[in-house]
């Protein structure tokens, strides 16, 4: 068998995931020294295939996404484009995937076993979370119950948004 | 905080075994190791981030994990203030990546004493947790590693989405950010010429296998790696409890393979473990290569009998410790490969003078042991 990237022989075998189907690579002695894959230890490997480090061609893989005209779309917490994304196939931060939603989406299509989240979640952050939104609804209220005068309502209010921010 | 030195004086608590070593399921099941991919909130990922935004995420990130429980009186080390061949010893043992290795200031790695725990900051994610265990344990390595994920969500805002779940610098990890894996001896099936057969299904499965020091199928060694791929769309426990059915059926193969190849080729068997350990005890000068073939033979003689049980343990260790840096360190020096083949045979040969030649199926052919006579 023939390596991937040139005319040797093919000695070291690889399983990769390309847009959820899994492909084989072949590559020869040097290319896959060259990319790193010979490492004797290997261990991350998995990742360096699976997650594909950015300078790793996939052979044969066309690109799945058309960049649309105009300007390209940028994350505006970090600047990270979305023809960025499109050519490492990676993100810039958290933010990055409310920015490129859609785009994320496509991608993701068939690279996992589902599309949704369904494993641990950190309840530390969830209930912060939960417990800014409802202090920020209680304000809004207050604001309102005050300017409407309805002052027995806001003394409610108050309490319960006291209550709340010594929980 | 633990030096250098003394954190890998010591073997790993997973090479020393710990329980049940010398059951038959760990003869096949080396580790598990199990790791979680998280990122801060508010940081750009490390890969993305310039030095001060880098650094900025490390300050935050170096004090929430040396403050965990078992982290506390651990090593912990930025990957600037460690030599290259201190670096690959941590590579070999795998305690962090061979990407995170190649960084330097703004990354560290803090690793638990007994080796059970490591984390990697700012590798390719802010954070890589790792808990790896000897033998068939990726239920309790999820579990434990887990319980350090929680109490760091305590001091670390994460992120996260209600949908995508934990987020990751490459999509392949969204999700549960975690990869899971055995690492597996699989001589028996190797010798049967039944490892293709085997390792198809579990690919089949959708989940990764691949020889652990890469070279095609035949992996030198006979080790392999079997992980999951998929991270998103399931909870981790369901992940686990998949791999372990199929790591578990696996190991069974590998079993009835070694049981079957005794029945049909005793001489065959006793032939390869013999040679195994002639050219061990023996040899002067011994490249990785051969020595890793050599020594994955002598561990299933020590799973089918011909060695005691606990020679597995001996054997685990001496994989780790013939590999290169392991070597480098042990001589406090830099070597050519002709001085490693030479202190690799003489570290063999040493570690291997209490082993009594292999026994078994000598004296037990009660019925039709007569050599044939052909030739
Ligand atoms: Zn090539
Ligand atoms: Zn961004």
New binding site residues.
């Given amino acids: 068998m023939k390596c991937d990237f040139c005319d040797q022989k093919a000695t070291v075998f690889l399983t990769q995931l390309v847009e959820g189907n899994m492909k084989k690579v072949c590559l020869c002695e040097a290319c896959a020294k060259e990319r790193g894959v010979t490492d004797p230890t290997g261990f991350s490997l998995a990742d360096l295939v699976l997650g594909g480090a950015p300078a790793f061609p996939v052979p044969g893989g066309a690109e799945p996404f058309a960049t649309p005209g105009g300007p390209a779309k940028a994350?505006?917490?970090?600047?990270?484009g979305l023809d960025d994304l499109l050519r490492v196939r990676r993100?810039?931060?958290?933010?990055?995937y409310g920015?490129f939603r859609d785009e994320t989406l496509a991608m993701l299509r068939g690279m996992h076993r589902g599309l949704r989240h369904n494993g641990k979640t950190p309840k530390g952050l969830i209930a912060r979370e939960a417990k800014q939104r409802r202090l920020s609804e209680l304000r809004e209220k207050l604001e309102s119950a005050i300017a409407s005068e309805s002052y027995e309502e806001a003394a409610g209010l108050r309490d319960e948004i006291r209550n709340l921010e010594s929980a | 905080m633990m030096r250098f030195s003394t954190l890998v004086k010591h073997p790993a608590d997973w090479m020393t075994g710990g329980p049940g070593v010398a059951d038959g399921e760990h003869a096949a099941v080396i580790t598990s190791r199990v790791r979680l991919a998280r990122n801060l909130r508010r940081h750009?990922f490390p890969g993305?981030a310039n030095r001060e935004q880098r650094v900025a995420a490390f300050e935050v990130l170096r004090p929430a994990v040396e403050a965990l429980a078992p982290m506390k009186k651990a090593f912990s080390g930025e990957l600037g203030g460690l030599s290259p061949v201190q670096k690959q010893v941590l590579v070999e043992r795998h305690l962090i990546s061979r990407e995170h290795a190649a960084r330097g200031e703004g990354s560290a790695a803090v690793i638990e004493r007994r080796q059970r725990f490591s984390f990697m900051l700012n590798e390719e994610d802010h954070l890589r947790m790792q808990s790896i265990q000897a033998g068939m344990r990726l239920s309790a390595c999820f579990e434990a590693l887990s319980a350090l994920d929680t109490e760091l969500e305590e001091s670390l805002e994460f992120a996260f989405d209600a949908d995508l779940g934990y987020l990751t610098t490459c999509p392949t990890n969204l999700g549960t950010g975690m990869r899971a894996s055995a690492m597996l001896h699989l001589p028996g099936l190797v010798l049967a010429d039944q490892i293709t057969q085997v390792l198809q299904a579990v690919h089949k499965i959708g989940l990764a296998v691949r020889g652990l020091y890469g070279e095609g199928t035949e992996s030198l060694g006979n080790l392999y790696q079997i992980s999951n791929q998929s991270t998103l769309g399931e909870p981790e426990e369901a992940v686990i409890r998949r791999l372990e059915r199929v790591i578990g059926q696996v190991a069974g193969h590998e079993r009835n393979a070694r049981e079957k190849l005794l029945e049909d080729d005793p001489g065959m068997v006793a032939d390869k473990i013999g040679r195994a350990y002639g050219v061990l005890r023996h040899a002067h000068l011994i490249d990785s290569k051969e020595a890793l073939n050599h020594l994955s033979i002598l561990r299933l003689g020590a799973g089918t009998g011909f060695f005691p049980a606990e020679a597995i343990v001996t054997c685990d260790t001496l994989l780790m410790d013939i590999q290169p840096a392991h070597l480098q360190l042990h001589a406090g020096r830099k070597l050519s490969p002709d001085e490693r083949d030479a202190i690799r045979a003489d570290i063999l040969r040493e570690r291997l003078e209490s082993l009594d030649a292999p026994t078994h199926g000598r004296d037990d052919s009660d019925d039709d042991g007569e050599d044939s006579g052909e030739s």
Avoid: E, R, Y
């Avoid at chain 1, 994350?75 to 990270?80: D, L, V, Y």
């Fill in positions: 994350c505006p917490s970090c600047g990270f993100f810039g931060c958290a933010d990055c920015t | 750009p993305w």
